[in-house]
């Protein structure tokens, strides 16, 4: 998955204003203790990066 489809998702279900601050602020264990951007930044691919995110935050099946 690119970069802007990973974030094209994560505005389509977070809002374009919140998809970022979720994305720095919320750390999920799932992630390794990182935050979307920390995994990002560590290396993570984006579609693995999205199917924990979907997991963690219950986002619809169609969705993901």
Excluded: I, N
């Excluded at 279900?13 to 992630?31: C, E, W």
């Amino acid at each position: 998955m690119r970069l802007t489809v990973f974030w094209e998702r994560m505005a389509e279900h977070f809002g374009l204003g919140y998809a970022d601050t979720f994305a720095r602020d919320h750390v999920m264990s799932d992630l390794g203790g990182r935050t979307v951007h920390e995994a990002l930044d560590a290396g993570w691919d984006a579609k693995e990066v999205w199917q924990v995110v979907c997991a963690v935050m219950d986002v619809p099946r169609e969705k993901r």
